[in-house]
């Protein structure tokens, strides 16, 4: 059993990088950043406050970790619960209005 869970909008995120990786560059990278999200994710639950806060985006009590131009947004509580993983270049602040 892992110590995290990926809430159903992460895994929506998560799919969405695989396809557009997949699309734009090929399976062989799709595949590789989709199971290094996976091993940061076993990585996050075994130390879970080496992420960052950004109150200048979001006021939720949510931590940050980036892998590559990803943003891993997650609740540093057991289990480890992995919100969102976004681009960088998405406008994060607007995002976390609507949701957190």
Do not use: C
Request: proline content about 6%; aromatic content about 16%; overall charge positive.
């Amino acid at each position: 059993m892992s110590g995290y869970i990926v809430s159903p909008q992460a895994d929506e995120d998560i799919f969405e990088v695989w396809r557009y990786l997949y699309v734009r560059v090929d399976a062989e990278v799709a595949n590789r950043v989709e199971s290094e999200f996976y091993a940061v994710f076993d990585a996050l639950a075994q130390n879970p406050l080496i992420g960052h806060k950004r109150s200048d985006l979001t006021s939720y009590p949510v931590l940050f970790f980036t892998v590559y131009s990803y943003m891993i947004v997650y609740r540093p509580h057991a289990p480890l619960e992995i919100a969102r993983v976004l681009h960088g270049k998405r406008n994060i602040r607007r995002i976390f209005r609507r949701q957190p």
